[in-house]
């Protein structure tokens, strides 16, 4: 039922400036995180590399990523997150890597999840949800989270040197926001705030694009 939305408006904590990367190992630390699985894409972290901070008290563990966001995937990483003990989990990639990375993260326990997006092609970094596929690369679905990405980083240096066809596609899916909102949220008579706040980051996602055309 429309009735019944439950949003989750944003990640706990959001920061997009040059250096954000540089900012990890402090916001780690705030969050009690001694350990973490650092799941990333081979190309992401060539490209990532050159702005990672040095993590002087915090294990990093890079597990390199395999492909899709499949069950096989999800489970391999919550075997490691058990057997490393891990107190949270680091995506680092595209949209596949940030989506597989909020699933592991959930299913082993519930623990902190950060993620550092390499490209503006879609919104897996934002929402609090996976569309989970097959080895072989079919959909076979989606699941929704009760809790939020507990940090996102933006670094706008790999971002902007991310491949160009992603960089429209992230424009599009940006813009498509606002109608698939509309069409949703113009059916409740009385919207609740946070629905309503909603609503408007949408058009914001919306308006702002345009009028750099």
């Known amino acids: 039922m429309l009735m019944n939305l439950n949003p989750r408006p944003a990640p706990q904590e959001y920061l997009c400036r040059e250096g954000a990367y540089d900012t990890l190992p402090e916001k780690l ?6 350990k973490a699985i650092l799941v990333h894409g081979t190309k992401s972290m060539a490209v990532a590399q050159p702005f990672l901070p040095i993590f002087d008290d915090i294990v990093i563990i890079p597990i ?3 492909g899709e966001c499949s069950e096989e995937e999800i489970q391999r990483l919550v075997s490691l997150c058990a057997s490393e003990q891990a107190d949270a989990i680091i995506g680092l990639g595209g949209g596949k890597i940030m989506d597989t990375a909020k699933a592991a993260a959930y299913r082993s326990g519930a623990l902190p999840v950060i ?4 490209m503006a092609s ?3 970094a934002w929402t609090p949800l996976s569309v989970l596929y097959t080895p072989s690369g079919n ?4 699941e929704v989270y009760p809790q939020q990405i507990s940090l996102l980083l933006i670094e706008p240096r790999v971002i902007i040197n991310s491949p160009i066809p992603f960089f429209i596609a992230g424009i599009a899916d940006t813009l498509a926001k606002w109608y698939e ?3 949703i949220l113009s059916q409740i008579n009385e919207p ?3 629905l309503d706040f909603c609503r408007y980051a949408a058009q914001i996602c919306h308006d702002i694009p345009l009028a750099f055309r």
């Not at 630390?29 to 001694?34: L, Q, Y």
């Not at 993620?115 to 390499?118: A, D, G, I, N, Q």
């Not at 959909?139 to 989606?142: A, N, Q, V, W």
């Open 115 to 118: 993620l550092l997006p390499t």
């Open 122 to 124: 879609n919104c897996a």
């Open 139 to 142: 959909s076979t679905g989606f």
């Open 29 to 34: 630390a705030e969050r009690f995180i001694k």
């Open 64 to 66: 390199a990523f395999n």
């Open 181 to 183: 909102a509309d069409a």
């Open 192 to 194: 609740s705030l946070a």
